[in-house]
């Protein structure tokens, strides 16, 4: 019933900010290879079908390549997008782009549903390593991509995971010193308001890690204007453990605990997104976007002896069945469809493992075994307990409709309180001594670069168990005045690699996701170890005076009978949950490393094709990733400018 009302309250919110979508601007043409159109010839409404760059996927990388390629008007680019704009979806840009809005219809259950029309509906195969769970993992499927479903966390990778970057790919311009500017590049940083957020201990960060005031760009960067309550309880626990506090998560060191930056508008506190970028791009003659229109396959002609990317098919018709038109690249294609998209598109382009290309006759154009295979994620999982209800945490937001309207209209109509607030937005990272690495078996990690973490932690102030829909979890756990908040750990050197294979021969079936999560020993064991880390931090000192009796009797899930490592491996085999960070499936390394592109993101063993997104990752750094994808399409823009002459 508390869920209900919930629902309810989103309901009539949502009633009085509905936009109507926008009608397609879309060129239909005729069928491929002839054939009766199935629609309307309305190709005269574009002058013509050809540009220098096409761009596959309006998402994070997608649009901020697009845009900077466009920059300097002397090359058209088009960007492709099988989704809408987020400016005309019926889930309303005040709602969606709601900091606080960012655990809705991120949950691993179906019944988790309010964002699907901006979702691509990806569900993983059943997991051996989550008890053959099958879990749904949120991608945004609008402009922005998953810029517009994550946590909004912003911080950079430490100097060894890109010194690890520089070793896969033979090429030193990947390291920290020499990407930092293209980190800096994409976005502009507003310092937290600390009039506004009255927090204790307050938000630190180090301003040498932004470049200068009079740098402006897209993407803007921040702290939210409201802190969570719960999170200044963690850092001193976390302190009191051993974690030290930390100034900056994007100097190059990731160590110890600090509330994390996020992309977030300063002024109205709304989620800041690579949307930007196509704000900034539109009013270009040379900029050219289609949404609703779906990539279908790459089209190769021979250059020498080479196959060329020449073209790409599309259809503009629901759920791209069919092929309806083609654009034409004069200089090159750039795939940015995420770690999941593009190796699909590679693949049925005829660009992949040779049993994939087989298995389904599309016609071979390069075989490379590399192709979806690779895959990394992050996992978290972790204890929830009951604190005291003048806390309120997210389970106030959630079992209460009364105050969730009122914070509704308070976020709406000034930009303050809780919704102002990405509820992740406390983060500490860890390494774990060689000791006790080699006590719980898990001595590999010792390959990491000495300023690798293995763990994070983050803030989450509620209830969250199995993350089926954290909404509802929070409504029925709350209805009785109970009030809770969370640490969850992730594995953030994650040992399990994961694949992406087709459904068919066609984008419109969506690949076959196996991310293997937990599957191998290594991080089972690191898995216990962190699970009792979380534990540690809920037992502190600094913990007592929120939490409702003693750190045994407050713990509700899973509850102080789980002790035993088997118990507690099961159960977190029972509630583990991606962090989203799906990455390298066409990973950009040394090809008898397992490449699948060069040093310069061009695919191998053709011209004219890169792929520019998480999939292009060599490894995936410890943490979220999203500040390195900007990085990357900022370089792979320089990369592809430099290359036109």
């Not at 010193?177 to 937290?192: E, V």
């Not at 790459?298 to 018709?317: C, E, H, M, W, Y």
Request: charged content about 15%; glycine content about 8%; some cysteine.
């Amino acid at each position: 019933m508390q869920f209900l009302n919930l629902l309810s309250v989103i309901a009539l919110y949502t009633s009085f900010n509905l936009v109507n979508g926008s009608p397609l601007a879309n060129p239909i043409g005729s069928i491929i290879n002839g054939g009766t159109p199935l629609v309307p010839n309305l190709a005269p409404a574009l002058s013509n079908n050809t540009f220098d760059y096409v761009v596959l996927g309006a998402g994070t990388a997608g649009l901020t390549l697009a845009a900077r390629l466009s920059q300097d008007g002397k090359s058209s680019v088009l960007v492709i997008e099988a989704g809408g704009d987020i400016d005309y979806n019926a889930v309303p840009k005040e709602f969606s782009q709601t900091p606080g809005g960012d655990v809705v219809g991120c949950g691993s259950a179906d019944s988790d549903f309010i964002q699907n029309d901006i979702d691509w509906g990806y569900k993983t195969v059943p997991q051996a390593g989550a008890n053959n769970r099958r879990i749904r993992y949120a991608r945004g499927k609008v402009s922005g991509g998953s810029s517009t479903r994550n946590f909004m966390l912003y911080q950079r990778p430490t100097i060894g995971t890109m010194d690890k970057w520089v070793d896969l790919t033979g090429d030193q311009s990947w390291s920290f010193k020499n990407t930092i500017n293209f980190f800096k590049r994409s976005m502009t940083f507003t310092p937290p308001n600390h009039a506004l957020r009255q927090e204790s201990p307050a938000a630190q960060y180090d301003a040498s890690n932004w470049g200068s005031s009079a740098l402006t760009a897209p993407l803007q960067v921040t702290f939210p204007h409201l802190p969570q309550n719960f999170s200044k309880y963690m850092q001193l626990s976390a302190n009191e453990v051993g974690t030290p506090t930390t100034q900056s998560f994007n100097g190059g060191v990731l160590n110890g605990i600090q509330y994390a930056p996020t992309t977030m508008d300063p002024k109205f506190n709304h989620r800041s997104t690579s949307h930007a970028f196509l704000d900034d791009a539109q009013g270009r003659s040379n900029f050219h976007s289609y949404f609703q229109t779906y990539a279908k396959r790459i089209i190769f002609t021979k250059d020498g002896n080479t196959p060329r990317a020449s073209a790409v098919t599309i259809s503009t018709l629901p759920n791209g069945i069919l092929e309806t038109d083609i654009v034409y690249a004069r200089k090159e294609v750039i795939v940015s469809s995420g770690a999941f998209g593009s190796p699909q598109l590679l693949m049925v382009s005829g660009i992949g493992p040779q049993a994939q290309l087989q298995k389904f006759n599309i016609t071979p154009v390069v075989i490379n075994e590399n192709v979806g295979k690779n895959m990394q994620d992050h996992i978290f999982f972790g204890p929830s307990y009951k604190v005291d209800p003048a806390l309120k945490t997210f389970t106030e937001l959630a079992a209460n409709p009364v105050f969730l309207a009122t914070q509704l209209v308070n976020y709406t109509a000034a930009a303050l309180g809780p919704l102002t607030n990405n509820v992740a937005d406390m983060l500490a990272w860890e390494r774990i001594d060689p000791v006790t690495l080699a006590s719980i078996g898990a001595s590999k990690l010792l390959t990491y670069p000495s300023d690798w973490p293995f763990l994070e932690a983050f803030s989450a102030p509620g209830a969250v168990g199995d993350f089926s829909n954290l909404l509802a979890t929070n409504a029925e756990m709350g209805a009785d005045g109970s009030r809770f908040s969370t640490i969850l750990m992730a594995l953030v050197a994650p040992q399990s690699r994961g694949t992406v294979t087709l459904a068919s021969k066609d984008t419109s079936d969506l690949p076959i996701i196996d991310p293997a999560w937990l599957t191998d020993p290594v991080d089972q064991k690191v898995a216990i170890y962190a699970f009792k880390r979380a534990r540690q931090y809920f037992a502190a000192k600094a913990m007592a005076p929120i939490l409702i009796g003693n750190a045994k009797t407050a713990e509700t899930l899973p509850g102080s009978d789980v002790q035993t490592d088997d118990q507690i491996l099961n159960w977190i085999r029972n509630n583990l949950m991606t962090v989203w960070h799906a990455s390298c499936t066409c990973s950009m390394q040394k090809k008898e490393l397992g490449g699948v592109l060069d040093n310069k993101l061009q695919v191998y063993g053709v011209n004219g094709l890169r792929v520019v997104d998480a999939s292009s990752f060599p490894v995936l750094p410890p943490g979220h990733p999203q500040s390195t994808i900007y990085m990357l399409a900022e370089r792979a823009a320089d990369l592809i400018l430099a290359a036109r002459g």
